[in-house]
Structures are given as C-alpha cells and as structure tokens.
C-alpha cells in the first residue's frame, strides 16, 4: 500500500513545461442564448505560460496584438485560479433553477437568467488537464475576480494608446 501512494503522489505532482500552461478570458456580448449564436465575441485574451499574452478585439478578430510578461505573472494568476476553486467549478452558471409543479409532476426552471446578459468563458490548460466555465449570472464571487485578474494582464485597457 505504501508503495502505490508514493507512486501516486509522485505522479499527482508531475512535473509541466511552460508551454503546457494556458488561460483564456472570452467577453461575449449581445442578446440571445449562447447556443444558438446570439451572442458575439467583445474580445479574447490569451496568456501562455511562456508569458506570451495575445488579445484579439471582436470587431477584428484576424488583428492579433502580442505582449509578454514575466512567467511569475503567469504562474501568479494560475495560482489564483486554483485558489478561487476554479478546477472544481461547475461549468456553466446561467442563473439560478428551481422545481415548479407542472401537472402531476416538476418541472426544473431557470430562475432569473437573462438572454441579453453578458457572457464571460473562461478557459485553464494546465498540461492534459483543461477545464472550461461559463460565467453569465449566479456565479460564486471568487470565480467573478478572475476575469479582471486577466484584464489586468491583457484586457482592452492594457493595449490602449500602444
């Protein structure tokens, strides 16, 4: 027994090159549902573990600005993702739902969610582990920090006046 935990606490803590790390913040705008396309991308900020970070602003979407900062920064805001309990998130939040009675039966109901609310993808590569959430009402407050942790480093204002 004591072998098999040494080997699964080894490989829990492999460890992954640079490249293998990557956050991505999608804004989306707009009314409708996101899953029938009535929604449309504000901008995108990626930030690679080798502290590349790329934005991409939706009115042009093929203009690609390019920056670096240091990798600290980036392992900085990764941290802050795990912290916030990212990785264990739930992968939508699109309001609250609830039981109405409906004949005989329930009926599960979205509560409260808008179709023009904005909304926000957030995406963590972290080696093979990739995990996706969508933000657009109802969502835990440590998890609404993260995307201006990401604007900081590459949202619209960074590239203002470059």
């Not at 080997?7 to 490249?19: D, T, Y």
């Not at 979205?110 to 657009?136: F, Q, T």
Request: charged share 25%.
């Amino acid at each position: 027994v004591a072998i098999g935990l040494v080997f699964i606490h080894s490989s829990a803590f492999a460890e992954i090159a640079l490249g293998q790390v990557e956050i991505k913040l999608e804004r989306m705008s707009g009314g409708g549902c996101s899953h029938c396309g009535g929604f449309s991308k504000s901008y995108d900020v990626v930030i690679r573990g080798d502290g590349t970070v790329e934005y991409r602003d939706g009115g042009e979407p093929d203009h690609v600005s390019v920056r670096s900062v240091s990798t600290d920064d980036v392992i900085a805001l990764a941290n802050e993702f795990i912290a916030a309990g990212f990785l264990e998130a739930s992968d939508s939040y699109r309001g609250k739902f609830g039981l109405v009675r409906q004949g005989s039966g329930v009926l599960l109901k979205n509560y409260g969610a808008k179709s023009d609310a904005p909304e926000i993808r957030l995406m963590v590569r972290i080696g093979e582990r990739v995990k996706r959430v969508s933000l657009v009402e109802d969502y835990p407050e440590a998890l609404g920090k993260l995307p201006e942790l990401v604007d900081r480093i590459g949202g619209p204002n960074v590239w203002a006046g470059r």
